[in-house]
């Protein structure tokens, strides 16, 4: 899974005033296992239910079916074998974005200016790493930004956030912007969200010039765009994403045991299906109900019938 690794032992500056020292061993990634998913999926559920966003979950995972889409994809920080940290990238779609719940408008202005939107959501980090959280999820976002920008093809990324965390993204992205004022997420036990949009294609405008090194920029754009290893992370980056799509045993084994597309109308259902032709989505449904109702146990031969 490595595509950006700081060995064991390795110092140095990574932007942002931190050290690589503090990162040392992590190495982040585009998530496509089952067993990768779990995890992150599990943190993001752990974390939020800490923090009273969320109501605790009988498969103790937090997803959407947004997850359903091929072009959403989960990032992870691992320690070993061990996902410390993740956060997703969902490219806009015919279903929209989770956002839109709270931020129409304002997305849908960035929609008509033929810009592609993607948003980032379900940011976690481990309770035990949480004192390393800040260079994590720098260098998560650093892999975000870039498979957004150099691989979807992405406009502008956008982040539903705490108010208090708007900081966070400034540091990395200076030019980060609010484009939405403060209001209550429905999606996190109402807790308060401003919408916080990054600018891509002014950042691919800066990319020359910071690779040059002819530009004097804000320390964290010579971190983000630093040339010694911008096209290695490229092209591992789509390598690892053109694996991440969800097979059909990965598929049936999260939504058949998870609500998020079972309780999504039936037109989100058609355009599911739609994408994944080899999957049954109304049994994947169905099943889900089925064990929800306790009439049918959880089988591990029936998946492993599945075809990879």
């Given at each position: 899974m490595a595509v950006m690794t700081v060995p064991a032992g390795a110092a140095g500056r990574i932007g942002l005033g931190l050290s690589t020292?503090?990162?040392?061993?992590?190495?982040?990634?585009?998530?496509?296992?089952?067993?990768?998913?779990?995890?992150?999926?599990?943190?993001?559920?752990?974390?939020?239910v800490a923090r009273g966003?969320?109501?605790?979950?009988?498969?103790?995972?937090?997803?959407?079916?947004?997850?359903?889409?091929?072009?959403?994809?989960v990032f992870v920080a691992r320690h070993g074998r061990r996902v410390i940290g993740t956060l997703t990238l969902i490219p806009d779609s015919p279903l929209g974005l989770p956002m839109d719940a709270l931020y129409d408008h304002e997305l849908t202005?960035?929609?008509?200016q033929s810009r592609y939107v993607a948003e980032v959501s379900s940011l976690a980090i481990a309770d035990d790493f949480r004192p390393l959280g800040l260079p994590v999820l720098t260098s998560l976002m650093r892999?975000?930004?870039?498979?957004?920008?150099?691989?979807?093809?992405?406009?502008?990324i956008c982040i539903a956030v705490n108010p208090r965390h708007v900081g966070f993204y400034r540091r990395i992205f200076p030019h980060a912007a609010a484009i939405g004022g403060r209001r209550a997420y429905s999606k996190v036990n109402g807790a308060p969200a401003v919408a916080v949009r990054i600018d891509l294609q002014l950042l691919a405008g800066l990319f020359p010039a910071v690779q040059d090194g002819t530009a004097e920029v804000n320390e964290a754009y010579r971190f983000f765009m630093r040339a010694h290893d911008f096209s290695t992370i490229v092209a591992q980056l789509e390598?690892?994403?053109?694996?991440?799509?969800?097979?059909?045993?990965?598929?049936?084994?999260?939504?058949?045991?998870?609500?998020?597309?079972?309780?999504?109308?039936?037109?989100?259902?058609?355009?599911?299906?739609?994408?994944?032709?080899?999957?049954?989505?109304?049994?994947?449904?169905?099943?889900?109900?089925?064990?929800?109702?306790?009439?049918?146990?959880?089988?591990?031969?029936?998946?492993?019938?599945?075809?990879?």
């Open positions: 020292e503090s990162v040392r061993g992590v190495d982040y990634g585009v998530a496509h296992s089952i067993e990768s998913l779990e995890q992150a999926f599990r943190l993001v559920h752990d974390q939020y966003y969320m109501r605790p979950e009988p498969s103790s995972w937090r997803l959407s079916v947004h997850h359903a889409l091929p072009a959403t994809k202005t960035l929609r008509n892999l975000v930004g870039l498979y957004a920008m150099e691989v979807a093809g992405c406009d502008d390598h690892e994403a053109s694996k991440a799509r969800l097979t059909p045993r990965v598929f049936k084994h999260f939504f058949s045991a998870h609500p998020a597309l079972a309780e999504a109308p039936a037109a989100v259902h058609a355009v599911v299906q739609a994408l994944y032709p080899g999957i049954d989505v109304d049994a994947v449904i169905e099943e889900y109900r089925a064990r929800a109702d306790n009439t049918v146990p959880y089988s591990d031969l029936a998946l492993a019938m599945l075809p990879a």
